[in-house]
């Protein structure tokens, strides 16, 4: 099943291999992205779907040195190669809006944007900056009422510049201990408003932005990506996450959204999901249910067989192999990924890895 066509929404897949987010730092210091960054995406349009990088909505969401981003023009215009190369290579491409919220450092925004979070608590770990190194991250100014309702028209203009720019749709980055997670997170979370203090209250911004965003492009353009129970970025379990992911699911499938993109981070030395989780989100959701987090070529076709997923995704293995999709069917072997050049900027250990002779990548 994992080389089978699959229909998402209104757009065709070759496959039902995903391209997971992986941030690059490929973009220059303003966040706009580069030419290598064509040639990468291009290089894997073999993949069914490709999810980008995360990409900041705002110049408030770039927190990290050289991601990019999508609120301005430059931005709009320089990823419109990029869409293009993948679209002329046959591929499809979401890209991935990531607000990153408190894990960030004033070094790496744009002059005048600030650092934000659902609560006014600084992140433990530090931020890496171009300018000065590794830096404590940044004390973040807790959003108000007012400008939460700001933060969700600025998702809207980045999804309707990703559609601009040619983008097959968006995923939202509602994982990973950034903007959304910070709502969604009751260990950080402890708002008073609209935004806190229950269960249906966390879940109450990634509502807002979902269904905003569905509405400006189409919900069938609109993907949401989650992981419950993940400790990244200061992030980890509490009480009633398993009932808050299955609500918050539920009013997901509702709105139609194209996907639901679940992380289990079991694979990077988090704890195990809780075994029924993964299908209990699915059927809560009721749509196109992806899976990732260290899968390889068995756990994934696996997954397919049985019904738990209806795509699945792949990270590291595609970062170091443009022609993953071949070398699977081939049974071949996999380059192994250079770990020192995941964050470093040029072409190195990006788009440099050897593919197979007489593969298309």
């Given at each position: ?85 993948v ?7 979401f890209?991935?809006l990531?607000h ?25 770990d ?27 028209q600025?998702?809207?203009a980045?999804?309707?510049h990703?559609i ?16 959304i ?64 992911f ?21 694979s ?48 590291r ?43 298309a990548?």
């Amino acid at each position: 099943m994992l080389f089978e066509p699959y229909t998402l929404g209104r757009i065709s897949l070759r496959n039902r291999v995903v391209m997971a987010p992986m941030t690059r730092n490929r973009a220059t210091a303003e966040h706009v992205p580069t030419p290598i960054m064509a040639t990468y995406y291009a290089q894997r349009a073999t993949i069914g779907l490709i999810v980008t990088e995360g990409v900041a909505p705002s110049a408030d969401g770039a927190g990290y040195a050289r991601i990019p981003g999508l609120y301005n023009a430059a931005q709009v215009e320089a990823w419109k190669p990029v869409t293009k190369g993948v679209h002329d290579a046959g591929g499809k491409i979401f890209a991935q809006l990531m607000h990153t919220g408190r894990a960030s450092h004033v070094n790496n925004l744009p002059a005048g944007a600030r650092v934000v979070s659902s609560a006014a608590v600084t992140l433990a770990d530090p931020i890496y900056t171009d300018s000065n190194g590794l830096q404590p991250a940044s004390a973040p100014h807790a959003l108000s009422t007012a400008e939460v309702a700001t933060v969700v028209q600025e998702f809207v203009a980045a999804a309707t510049h990703a559609i601009d720019a040619g983008f097959d749709g968006i995923e939202l980055h509602a994982a990973n201990g950034y903007l959304i997670e910070q709502f969604l997170n009751a260990n950080l979370n402890t708002r008073t408003d609209a935004y806190g203090g229950s269960a249906t209250n966390r879940n109450r911004f990634a509502l807002e932005v979902a269904t905003a965003t569905a509405h400006a492009i189409g919900a069938d353009r609109v993907g949401l990506r989650v992981s419950p129970h993940g400790g990244f970025n200061g992030m980890g379990t509490f009480d009633g996450v398993d009932e808050q992911f299955r609500a918050l699911a539920k009013d997901l499938g509702a709105l139609g959204l194209a996907y639901l993109h679940l992380v289990n981070h079991e694979s990077m030395g988090n704890p195990p999901l809780p075994a029924a989780l993964p299908s209990q989100l699915k059927e809560a959701f009721g749509g196109t249910f992806i899976a990732s987090g260290g899968l390889d070529h068995d756990s994934a076709e696996a997954l397919l067989q049985r019904g738990a997923a209806d795509l699945v995704a792949f990270g590291r293995p595609v970062l170091a192999n443009p022609d993953f999709v071949a070398r699977v069917q081939r049974n071949a072997a996999l380059n192994a990924p250079d770990f020192s050049t995941f964050y470093t900027p040029g072409e190195k250990g990006y788009t440099d890895y050897p593919v197979l002779a007489g593969s298309a990548s």
